[in-house]
């Protein structure tokens, strides 16, 4: 039947945006390898019965180039088109690696878009420079902390949140186990820390951010945005691999929101636990993430609790500042058991250009958060040769 | 400050959940690795940091056991407060691997609800009776294929869906890969193919449905679902590992969607890929996604261009079937490369339970869908001990 139809593939574009993939294959495999990519992730229908011509010409991947990198080792760049990831992230990230997820020894490295895809995309609404304005911080990274632990009342994390902006944090965020528990309910919730934050700044003169978290219940993710902004927040933190990626995308997009947005990365860590599959750190924390908006990614430090590598750090450094069309660099956030004694490290490898978060240990010395936040910030400005910032008399 | 504080931890109910983690840590580090998950999942705080002793008591998880599995294995089993969990899918996918997902050698093997949490989800809104109940197909496996391949005109692929529910498929599902690109829009497509699948079950008196894939950004996945129903759709495909797991479970409960949904395995595979690390497949494409209120779960059978083992597979079925609180058994839909010559064996592993997918081998050999159909209709019944339906003289 079909062979006698016209098919609709004639009417797509011949635009094509390429994947990177790393295989675990042979020599002799490696091209049929890569040409099961080419049908899974568009036709997935066997190559003997794809119906026309059109729909193998214009629908199916084509192999750009299959490179070795070593013993079984190869990488594969497919130029899909780019009609079939349309307009849609969703689709976009089903088309980079939605079944070859599940298949054995399939890396996605990265991908590379021409304007005319990337641009269906307004990724950061801030990025780095956007989010330098907001705050005013011209000359240093950001600092950033959490605000935790879970389980003190609404008033106990307000007293917190004043503490670290009176201390000068820039960028304080809900811990993102804070969720719409009945102990910690966000509408209060939100509303003492904004204006925590706020009462700080009027002292300081500085112009902190408390960021809550919004990841939540599909329908409820826009609403709290929107309610968070009304109640005075300066962000947003999500975490995407909870509430999806396009859940953030909607809010970076949606202008009733536009506030600057720190991604998280709980539930993530599958995607980058084996060399030989998932999606690299790169790609994943920097790419997909810059893609649907935000304006800083979180991330496992080096040498933290967690367990990235200074190697797949860098690679996410690199992902959040590679040219991407129109769509702006954004900050890499490393976090995760990182101390204030490890600024320096810190400040050398990841540049001026970087959100620095510190959770736990910006408690301790326990007694003073202020001059520990103080402490954090003097440490970052010594590390980037800044001077330390003059006290104002009236900022505690 | 906080010491001197009343903590809002002490209104917290001492209901817990449990959830079970192989990991990989020797004998002498498998109580301090499954500690860390106690703090890591709540307050993620340092253990002498922490407030008070009500956040101590009440927040933070519990070591209810560890045994050692194997050399540098272990199982750890660790209850979480339930009100830490919420009433939230996000926060409670959170509590059960978010940061965790992150470090290495921990793999979550499953969760066991109490009722007063399983409660708070409806799951699935068919599930496997109220799934048989709407087609009326009550002594066999349900059998599923997917239109396919991308490419061809929503006129061509409505003509297969035609004749795939004259052959009697019981659920004719979108291929993942369609989503409301310019060559095949999601109305005009829904349109026309729910039309060709109730022409065909007025000339057949079966009941056959077709499951449009409602994949889609965060905003629209809602109003896909309600338009689809509108159009004369009978199901859903969704892939949550694209739209997220919330988004899910939103169109389950939503009562102007109302159809029954079969979830795609799309961008899941990384949970998978280590035996390690990730989520075990029962926990994933059994508990999560019943949780989350998938009717039918599609994942990659043993044996075919992907990766499943048997025992996998196993844990899956288990997963679709075991007792959870009031939330329905869904079906196991194994997919991925299936042919009608293994019909047999299917039927034995799988059971009378199951929903068996077959895509593009149901289109060999080329010429007559119906009839391709129709054997592997045959061949189930043959298979389950059913004898062969009846042919009705108006079904072509």
């Known amino acids: 039947m079909a062979n006698s139809m016209p098919a609709c593939a004639e009417t797509i574009s011949d635009e094509r945006f390429t994947a990177i993939y790393h295989l675990t294959a042979s020599d002799a495999e490696a091209s049929d390898r890569a040409w099961d990519i080419c049908l899974e992730q568009t036709v997935e229908f066997p190559d003997d019965l794809i119906p026309t011509r059109a729909i193998r010409e214009r629908i199916v991947g084509r192999i750009a180039s299959i490179v070795k990198l070593g013993r079984d080792r190869h990488e594969a760049r497919i130029a899909f088109p780019v009609d079939v990831a349309g307009g849609e992230l969703t689709q976009l990230l089903n088309v980079l690696f939605g079944n070859v997820s599940i298949k054995p020894g399939v890396r996605l490295m990265g991908f590379e878009l021409p304007a005319s895809l990337a641009n269906r995309y307004r990724g950061p609404r801030f990025g780095q420079r956007g989010l330098r304005e907001r705050l005013d911080v011209w000359d240093r990274p950001l600092l950033s902390t959490a605000i935790k632990p879970m389980g003190l009342s609404p008033k106990e994390l307000a007293e917190f949140a004043y503490r670290f902006a009176l201390g000068g944090i820039d960028l304080i965020k809900d811990d993102h186990g804070l969720a719409n528990q009945s102990f910690v309910p966000f509408r209060e919730r939100v509303t003492r820390l904004s204006e925590a934050v706020e009462r700080a700044n009027r002292e300081t003169g500085l112009r902190s951010a408390y960021l809550p978290n919004i990841t939540a219940p599909a329908d409820q993710v826009l609403e709290r945005a929107r309610l968070a902004?009304?109640?005075?927040?300066?962000?947003?933190?999500?975490?995407?691999?909870?509430?999806?990626?396009?859940?953030?995308?909607?809010?970076?997009?949606?202008?009733?929101?536009?506030?600057?947005?720190?991604?998280?990365?709980?539930?993530?860590?599958?995607?980058?636990?084996?060399?030989?599959?998932?999606?690299a750190h790169g790609a994943l924390y920097g790419?997909?993430?810059?893609?649907?908006g935000a304006d800083a990614t979180i991330f496992p430090n080096y040498?933290?609790?967690?367990?990235?590598?200074?190697?797949?750090?860098?690679?996410?450094?690199?992902?959040?500042?590679?040219?991407?069309?129109?769509?702006?660099?954004?900050?890499?956030?490393p976090a995760g058991g990182m101390k204030v004694e490890r600024t320096r490290e810190l400040c050398a490898f990841y540049g001026r250009d970087s959100v620095l978060l510190i959770g736990g240990?910006?408690?301790?010395?326990?007694?003073?958060?202020?001059?520990?936040?103080?402490?954090?910030?003097?440490s970052v400005r010594g590390a980037i040769g800044v001077p330390p910032r003059a006290e104002r008399p009236d900022s505690e």
Request: with cysteine; charged share 20%; net charge neutral.
């Open 361 to 378: 240990d910006l408690h301790r010395p326990a007694g003073d958060l202020v001059a520990n936040c103080r402490r954090f910030e003097n």
């Open 229 to 279: 902004r009304e109640l005075g927040a300066g962000g947003y933190l999500i975490a995407p691999g909870l509430a999806g990626w396009d859940a953030m995308r909607r809010v970076a997009d949606d202008d009733a929101c536009g506030l600057p947005i720190m991604s998280h990365p709980a539930f993530l860590g599958a995607f980058t636990s084996s060399p030989l599959a998932g999606i």
């Open 303 to 333: 040498g933290g609790r967690f367990a990235f590598s200074i190697d797949e750090c860098r690679d996410i450094v690199r992902a959040c500042n590679a040219p991407m069309a129109s769509i702006a660099p954004i900050f890499p956030a």
């Open 287 to 292: 790419q997909i993430t810059r893609l649907a």
